[in-house]
């Protein structure tokens, strides 16, 4: 079992910035495993933002390409998001899920920022954090 926490999520005027965090529990610095940023918006499905494979790899969804910047520090077990120059529909809960490398979660995790619908049934996720933005 892995435990999932976001925090760092607030209110901001367009062209803000805000950096998420989330801290993982369980895995170690010689843990193999994926991470990603998800994002949902009232009304609509859940949707990958940015997500980084067990080798570093990482991938963004078209709508957010250089604004956002997914990264991770091992020692700490902890994903990053940092958002700049946010826009009124970036306003959504951002949840952070990941899973161990091996699993069905990290196997399709690449593909969920192109489109590939998100299935929560799969890997661990955490509670959500709300961002706003304000025009």
């Known amino acids: 079992q892995v435990h999932v926490v976001e925090s760092g999520g607030g209110s901001v005027q367009a062209g803000g910035s805000l950096r998420l965090s989330c801290q993982a529990s369980t895995y170690t610095e010689r843990s193999s495993y994926c991470m990603g940023w998800f994002r949902q918006a009232p009304g609509k499905p859940r949707e990958g933002v940015a997500v980084?494979?067990?080798?570093?790899?990482?991938k963004y969804a078209d709508s957010v390409k250089g604004r956002f910047t997914i990264s991770k520090d091992n020692a700490k077990n902890t994903l990053y998001l940092d958002m700049k120059n946010l826009k009124p529909e970036d306003a959504a809960v951002y949840y952070c899920?990941?899973?161990?490398?091996?699993?069905?979660?990290?196997?399709?995790?690449?593909?969920?920022?192109?489109?590939?619908?998100?299935?929560?049934?799969?890997?661990?996720w955490g509670p959500g954090t709300q961002v706003t933005v304000s025009s």
């Open positions: 899920a990941t899973d161990f490398r091996y699993s069905p979660f990290c196997s399709r995790i690449l593909r969920v920022v192109s489109g590939t619908p998100v299935n929560t049934d799969f890997g661990y």
């Open positions: 980084i494979d067990y080798d570093g790899d990482s």
